[in-house]
C-alpha cells in the first residue's frame, strides 16, 4: 500500500523537483500539497505549486494556500536565489485548477483526524510556520502523524542564510521550535546532507534530452545553479527537497544519528539555528533522526529513473 503524505512546500525550484518526484513515485499517495510563504511570498508559492502540478498532470491533485507570515516575524524571502516568481527559469503556463479554498492548516488537521493514526507523514521543505499552526491549534493530531521528514537545519554545514541559520528555519525559528518540541516523530534532512547532493552538468543534460518535464527541471537547475555556484565555488548546485522524498522512497541512501536538537529564537547572532548534539555531549532526550550523509550516485539514479518514467508517461 503506497505510503500517504502531504506535501507543505514554497516552491522553488528544488521543491518543484521534490513535488515531480512524488508524484512519479508509486510507492507514495500524496494527498495534497498545503503551502506556506518562504522562497517567494505565499501568492506566488500557491501559484506556482499549482503550476508544477499541472506540469506533472496532476490538475487533480488539491492545492491549499496556508500561513502568509511566520508566527512573530516579518516574512525573509529568497529572490536572490529562486527569482522574482520563486520558480524562474523555464515559463510555465498560467495554471487552469483553482485553489482549494480551505486554508492549508485546516486540511492537515482535518486530514490527520479523518485518516486512521499512524498513516499519514507530513514533508515540510519550508518554513515550518504550516505544521506548528496546524499542531498548535489541535494538539491531539500530533500522535496521529506517522512522521516528519523535513528539510531544514544544518550542523556540520552551519548556515546558507546567516552564518549559524539554515534559511528554512531561520525565516520562522518560533515555528521550527514547536514542531521539534511536539514529540512527533521526526526525521531531518539538513544542509549537511543536500551539500552532498550535487548536479551535475550530466545529469541537466539528460534532463534536457527529455519531454517538457525534463526540460523543466533542466532549466529550473540552470537557474539555481548560477547562484550556488557563484556562492559555494562548487561544480554544481544543491538539490536540497528531493532529498526527502529520496528518504521516503530508499532511506537506506542515507544515515545519521538519533541525537537531541533545539532550535535557537533568541540569539544575537545565532537566532535559527539548529543546535544538534551530534556528539551526544548534553543529557538531553534524542528527539530527532538527523542525517548526515547521502549516497550522491544512487539519489540521481532514483530522480533519473522516476522522472524519465513520469516524462514518458506524459507524452503518452
Known amino acids: 500500500m503506497a505510503r500517504k503524505i502531504i506535501i ?25 500539497l498545503s503551502v506556506v510563504a518562504g522562497n517567494v511570498p505565499l501568492a506566488l508559492t500557491e501559484l506556482n505549486a499549482r503550476k508544477i502540478c499541472e506540469l506533472a498532470g496532476r490538475a487533480d491533485l488539491p492545492v491549499y494556500a496556508g500561513c502568509d507570515a511566520p ?39 482535518d486530514t490527520l483526524r479523518r485518516e486512521p493514526p499512524k498513516t499519514v507523514s507530513l514533508v515540510p521543505v ?31 554545514e552551519v548556515g546558507n542564510i546567516t552564518p549559524a541559520a539554515e534559511f528554512n528555519i531561520f525565516v520562522d525559528p518560533e515555528a521550527a521550535d ?25 545529469w541537466v543534460e539528460t534532463m534536457r534530452k527529455l519531454g517538457p ?3 523543466a527541471v533542466a532549466s529550473w537547475t540552470d537557474f539555481f545553479e548560477r547562484y550556488d555556484t557563484a ?39 545565532t537566532t535559527g539555528m539548529t543546535v544538534a548534539d551530534w556528539w551526544r555531549v548534553t543529557d538531553r ?21 522516476r522522472l524519465t518514467a513520469l516524462d514518458a508517461r506524459l507524452r503518452g
Open 178 to 202: 514547536i514542531v521539534f518540541r511536539s514529540g512527533a516523530d521526526l526525521t531531518v534532512v539538513p544542509l549537511d546532507v543536500t551539500h552532498q547532493a550535487l548536479t551535475s552538468r550530466d
Open 213 to 215: 518535464l525534463g526540460q
Open 8 to 32: 507543505d512546500t514554497d516552491p522553488g525550484q528544488d521543491d518543484a523537483v521534490a513535488i515531480l518526484l512524488a508524484l512519479a513515485s508509486p510507492e507514495l499517495d500524496v494527498l495534497g
Open 71 to 109: 508566527l512573530m516575524r516579518k516574512l525573509v524571502t529568497a529572490e536572490e536565489v529562486h527569482g522574482k516568481s520563486g520558480l524562474d527559469g523555464v515559463e510555465l503556463p498560467a495554471p487552469v485548477m483553482q485553489l482549494q479554498p480551505q486554508h492549508a492548516v485546516d486540511f492537515i488537521i
Open 285 to 305: 532526550p534524542a528527539n530527532a533522526n538527523f542525517l548526515r550523509t547521502i549516497d550522491r550516485d544512487s539519489f540521481y539514479a532514483l530522480l533519473t529513473d
Open 126 to 156: 519550508g518554513p515550518l510556520t504550516n505544521i506548528a499552526t496546524a499542531f498548535d491549534r489541535a494538539p491531539d493530531i500530533i500522535e496521529r502523524v506517522q512522521e516528519i521528514v523535513l528539510m531544514g537545519g544544518a550542523y556540520f
Open 231 to 269: 556562492k559555494y565555488g562548487s561544480q554544481g548546485a544543491p538539490l536540497h527537497d528531493p532529498c526527502t522524498i529520496a528518504y521516503l522512497l530508499q532511506p537506506e541512501l542515507f544515515t545519521g544519528r538519533f541525537i537531541n536538537v533545539v532550535i535557537e529564537t533568541g540569539g544575537a547572532f
